[in-house]
């Protein structure tokens, strides 16, 4: 065994079991994360930027730089995490663990939210919603004579709903995944002794599953105060600003300073929260409840609540995902998108080159710049898949099997970070560290390999806290006993835990993937001209005023995400068993 | 060894200095004797802060088939953002930058060496020394106030900026917020500038002298009236156009926004008309330039780009000219007839930006509108 040694006296102390391995996980965190972090920081300590953090700090200008958009970011992060955890729980716990009725429909339409760009689902919330004040062309609610307030139509309450039903599907996921691997035995063993349904529920399922339920809050959490387009779009023309409007801000008109010193206090506020979370969860021993035996539990009998509860679901599932996907695909044909509904054509879809039409720009079948983008994107989706799920399985394999010490805390936390930090703001940080030589190494600027360095390092805490759920619960007994008969690290890592948390890390891998060839922040400023990708097209037309070419772009990202994804199901037939019967 | 090292060192700066004096010779070159080198370079990459870049990609490579224009549609603020990345990095992937927000394009780009002037000798001549440096101005642009002349037939709704601060056009003025677009702040900037106009203008319109309300001065109090009196921002300028221009609203707001797309109403189904007689002036007219790379890659389609740009002999310029030859944009080439249906420039009551005088207190202004939001 090569990580550890053995003294005079027959005991271990030079190294502890893991040491190397953590040694090697927390070097590869660094190069990946921290460093490109350090310098934005070591950027605002720059004699040149220094004043940036009492401007943002304390000058005139604090409020508005500072304070006002931190109110605004920490609201958003709580409900949106909140009502996250509570929707995706009402929802995981409807399908893996009651009788509901369509539980197979409920539980595919709930991770498709996901993999609506949340830039769409905001577009699409305008296109219903907007009201008449800032003039123009009105929703379609307003079109049908209905007078929508302000407050619902720009704002932190449109914000709200659209982060809510954008992020509750990957509470969902953890949640749901953990729910299935709850053991049967507890649960029988609750049954016997006579608890009801809701005792268990508090009593067992509850705790069990606390760690998923830490996860997919801190998860939406993150993802919520860092968001930058929903905000931009239903927040901007009220003057609502967050953390990262104001970054992105910052940013845009060059005072990189006072952006950079934003990111840096958004990456600690969240850095608090994350930390208090993974308090709770590492405050219990165990969560091991994939063990050597056990089975399935029989599903709880909603008796009269059925069809309501299923009513309930499907109205919320049916707002994130149908209604939007409606109104994005409507929009790629509507030439006005004032009249959603008429006038279809198929221009923007096939249509060739017309200097009259749309500035001259063909469909997008005929548009190379867009096949290229759809080229570069789905080979980089393939690379971040297979290199995140790579870096993550080390890092969550480590830090389960390894939790003692600062080093595992250390790795917990570096793999949190980059949720922390807008993309924007990850992609300059990452512009300025690999896009400059170093040493004998090339610059990376415009290359295929910084998309996909800078996109492993931005998802890992994707790929990390799925796979992390996952293998935590794989008993570290089985392991144990194949350490008894001599398996080594990489025999061990192969033969159990990988096929015991393959569903976990597919299902990180699928994500990943979904999450790369929809994301928008991160790619925005590494996008250059030789290798562009779709998100980044797609925006590009949108602020153009070309809504109907972003949204067919935006149609075939959700295209392409279900497949992945019914793909991804077909080939690991067990990555939802809690869909079995 | 040190003999090698030397050889190598001459080697390589005679292969340099001969590149740059092949690139500097270009400068004197002519379209016809430009054309068969960027051909060779069979390529060219054009950042353009305007989307008509479409209709040039189309119309150039139609004119010199072989060289393949591969333009790119990148706000100025973020092409100055870009460009100084790549600068850091070592790469050059523009050819042509094509951009406006000269206040930051002279000290952040051109005084840093990331781009070059040129010329093009074939229309050195037929271009006011003004717009020659220190960049080549291709033509002036604007961000002025415009309204909806479907419903206001009789003319603009207002006539003098001040009346924007008042109740009547509360939540009803639109812009881009200026804090996300390097032009808005020029505009805000501008009317700081023009203070001493801007307090005449409020006693013309309010009978009575400005009483500044920590203030500094009688634009930064109009600035900060505005933005009391709700205006709304926006992301983008067609959102603004949208906003304001749309066909068949009751009682449509006012914007600043390009007097250019104005030419798009046809087409989007949009009413834009500019309120020229607004006082003291309805906005801003600046100018929108041509660049190269500093160092580009392919030297001689680039100014070939700049050349097909500026319009070729025939009355109106062409097919380069034709994207910009539009009411509302003022060709800065003498020889071309100015666009009938605008209003002619010296006519046009828009203040002219000093780009120098602007870039210093621009951020200053910035900081004023960032204190308002």
């Known amino acids: 065994m090569a990580d550890m040694a053995v003294n005079g006296h027959g005991r271990r102390v030079i190294f502890q079991q893991g040491t190397v391995l953590k040694t090697m996980v927390l070097a590869l965190l660094i190069l990946l994360i921290v460093l490109p972090l350090l310098r934005s920081v070591l950027f605002t300590l720059q004699p040149d930027n220094i004043r940036a953090w009492s401007d943002v700090l304390s000058g005139r200008l604090a409020t508005s730089l500072f304070y006002k958009p ?31 009725p369509y539980r197979k429909t409920i539980g ?46 720009w704002g932190i309450v449109p914000t709200l709903i659209v982060l809510t039903l954008h992020y509750f599907s990957l509470a ?10 709850v053991n049967s035995d507890l649960v029988e063993a609750a049954q016997i002794a006579g608890a009801k349904g809701r005792r268990i529920l508090m009593g067992i399922i509850l705790p069990v599953t606390m760690p998923a339920l830490v996860a997919a809050g801190s998860l939406c959490f993150a993802g919520a105060v860092s968001n930058f387009a929903t905000p931009a779009l239903l927040g901007l023309p009220v003057r609502m600003q967050t953390l990262s409007t104001r970054l992105f801000g910052m940013i845009e ?18 850095a608090v929260f994350l930390w208090a979370g993974n308090r709770i969860v590492s405050g219990r021993r165990s969560y091991a409840t994939i063990t050597g035996k056990g089975g399935r539990a029989k599903r709880f009998d909603l008796r009269g609540m059925r069809w309501p509860l299923f009513a309930i679901a499907m109205t919320v599932l049916v707002a994130a995902t149908i209604i939007p996907v409606i109104v994005l695909t409507a929009s790629s044909l509507a030439p006005s998108s004032a009249n959603l509904f008429s006038g279809w054509t198929m221009h923007y879809w096939i249509g060739q080159s017309d200097p009259s039409f749309a500035q001259g720009i063909p469909g997008i079948v005929h548009n190379e710049d867009i096949m290229r983008a759809l080229t570069v994107t789905l080979a980089l989706g393939l690379a971040v898949a297979i290199t995140g799920m790579g870096v993550g399985l080390l890092a969550s394999y480590t830090t389960a099997r390894f939790r003692e010490g600062w080093m595992s ?3 917990t936390q570096i793999s949190f970070l980059p949720l922390l930090v807008p993309g924007i703001a990850f992609g300059a940080a990452y512009i300025a560290y690999l896009g400059a030589p170093i040493g004998p190494f090339p610059a990376l600027y415009g290359t295929f390999a910084l998309l996909v360095i800078a996109a492993t390092a931005y998802l890992l805490p994707f790929s990390v806290q799925t796979g992390r759920a996952v293998i935590q619960q794989v008993g570290g007994e089985l392991e144990e006993s194949a350490r008894m008969t001599g398996a080594g690290f990489l025999r061990r890592l192969g033969a159990i835990t990988v096929p015991l948390a393959i569903r976990g890390l597919t299902a990180g891998g699928i994500l990943i993937f979904v999450k790369i060839i929809r994301d928008l922040s991160l790619v925005v400023l590494l996008f250059t001209p030789t290798m562009p990708v779709l998100s980044v097209l797609a925006y590009r037309y949108a602020s153009e005023g070309f809504g109907q070419f972003a949204n067919a772009i935006t149609v075939v990202i959700l295209f392409i995400s279900i497949a992945a994804t019914l793909i991804a199901n077909r080939l690991q037939s067990k990555s939802q068993p809690w869909l079995q019967n | 060894m040190g003999l090698r090292k030397a050889t190598r060192l001459g080697v390589t700066g005679i292969l340099l200095s001969s590149a740059a004096l092949a690139d500097g010779h270009m400068d004197g070159m002519g379209p016809a004797e430009l054309l068969p080198l960027a051909q060779q370079e069979g390529t060219v990459t054009v950042y353009s802060f305007t989307s008509r870049i479409g209709k040039v990609e189309a119309a150039f490579e139609a004119a010199y088939p072989g060289i393949d224009l591969q333009g790119f549609d990148i706000s100025s603020t973020e092409q100055i953002a870009r460009l100084r990345a790549e600068a850091q990095a070592g790469v050059t992937n523009a050819d042509v930058i094509y951009i406006s927000d000269t206040p930051v394009v002279l000290t952040a780009l051109l005084e840093t060496g990331i781009i070059a002037p040129y010329v093009p000798p074939r ?50 003025v639109v812009m881009v917020d200026p804090l996300q677009r390097g032009d808005y702040l020029d505009l805000m ?34 600035i900060m009236d505005l933005f009391a009196n709700d205006v709304i921002l926006v992301g983008s300028t067609d959102d603004v156009n949208v906003a304001v221009g749309a066909l068949g609203q009751d009682n449509p707001p006012v914007g600043f926004t390009s007097y250019s797309d104005r030419r798009d109403n046809e087409e989007e189904g949009w009413a834009l008309q500019v309120a020229n007689d607004v006082a003291p002036a309805p906005g801003i007219i600046f100018p929108a330039v041509l660049a190269l790379a500093a160092e580009p890659k392919n030297p001689a389609a680039a100014r070939l780009v700049i050349d097909f740009l500026m319009g070729d002999e025939t009355e109106t310029g062409g097919p380069g000219l034709a994207p910009f030859y539009v009411a509302g944009d003022y060709v800065t080439r003498t020889d071309i007839p100015p666009h009938p249906d605008a209003v002619p420039l010296d006519d046009f009551s828009a203040w002219r930006i000093a780009p120098a005088e602007t870039a210093t207190i621009r951020a ?3 900081d004023l509108v960032l204190t308002l939001q």
């Open chain 2, 189 to 222: 900037t501008e009317i700081v500038l023009r203070s001493d106009e801007m307090a005449a203008a409020y006693e013309a319109q309010f009978g009575a002298p400005i009483a500044l309300d920590g203030a500094a001065n009688a634009g930064e109090q109009f």
């Open chain 1, 108 to 153: 595919v339409m709930a991770t498709l939210p996901f993999m609506i760009p949340s830039f769409a689902a905001a577009l699409a919330w305008g296109a219903l919603f907007r009201n008449d004040r800032v003039g123009g062309q009105v929703g379609w609610l307003q079109g049908l004579g209905l007078d929508i307030p302000d407050w619902l139509a």
């Open chain 1, 409 to 411: 805390a250390a790795i």
């Open chain 2, 364 to 366: 200053e202004i910035g």
């Open chain 1, 70 to 100: 931190l109110g605004n970011t920490l609201l958003i992060g709580i409900v949106v995490s909140v009502g996250c955890v509570l929707l995706g729980g009402f929802l995981a716990w409807l399908v893996v663990m009651t009788n509901v």
């Open chain 2, 123 to 172: 229309v050195a001549d037929r271009v006011d020394a003004q717009y020659q440096s220190p960049l080549l101005a291709q033509r002036l642009s604007t961000k002025v106030l415009m309204y909806n002349e479907e419903a206001n037939p009789d003319g603009a709704p207002v006539s003098n900026l001040w009346e924007l601060t008042t109740d009547d056009w509360r939540g009803r």
């Open chain 1, 172 to 181: 969902f996921t953890i949640i749901a995944a953990a729910l299935a691997t």
């Open chain 1, 253 to 270: 008109v060059g005072q990189v300073g006072r952006g950079y010193v934003i990111g840096i206090l958004l990456v600690a506020i969240s």
